[in-house]
């Protein structure tokens, strides 16, 4: 767990940050998603999952929490007739946050030409044949490429959400 953490921690402490805007309630956050998962290390499976994208799942699931906690909170407050804190409603996007560093993650594990192949296509919007071109692979290839990763991210985005 000590190596999990010293890994992990600064990765969820951004995540929590970027979700929460609020470094103590970050700190917080990242400190319940050890605990969690020191409590629940018996249900992790490294047959059917990886260390990051089990600790990610529960990452997401502290975070939502506390935005769940902190929405009711405020819901209280304007019914008890105090204004709320201004910038109180902010769009926390942490499911995107998080589907973004594990696509990330996902991408480099497809090794190469895959991962470049879908970089290219996703991030700079390239067709098929420009990045046929641009990689001076035949059109087939870079379309097998991309059928095959497709899949295989997939699946394994599949068993991302699965373990959160």
């Known amino acids: 767990m000590t190596a999990a953490y010293e890994s992990f921690a600064p990765l969820v402490y951004t995540i929590a940050l970027r979700s929460v805007r609020d470094r103590a309630a970050a700190a917080d956050i990242t400190q319940d998603v050890f605990v969690r998962a020191w409590r629940s290390r018996d249900r992790f499976d490294p047959e059917s999952g990886v260390l990051p994208a089990w600790i990610m799942g529960i990452c997401r699931n502290v975070i939502l929490d506390s935005l769940s906690a902190r929405t009711r909170q405020e819901h209280l407050v304007v019914r008890a007739g105090f204004a709320p804190e201004s910038g109180a409603a902010l769009d926390h996007g942490v499911d995107t946050i998080t589907d973004r560093v594990v696509l990330g993650s996902e991408l480099e594990r497809l090794g190469?030409?895959?991962?470049?192949?879908?970089?290219?296509?996703?991030?700079?919007?390239?067709t098929h044949q420009q990045i046929s071109a641009r990689m001076n692979l035949p059109l087939g290839t870079v379309k097998s490429h991309i059928r095959r990763s497709l899949v295989h991210l997939r699946n394994r985005l599949g068993e991302w959400n699965a373990a959160s």
């Not at 190469?112 to 390239?126: H, V, W």
């Open 112 to 126: 190469e030409p895959q991962g470049s192949i879908l970089k290219l296509a996703f991030y700079e919007d390239l």
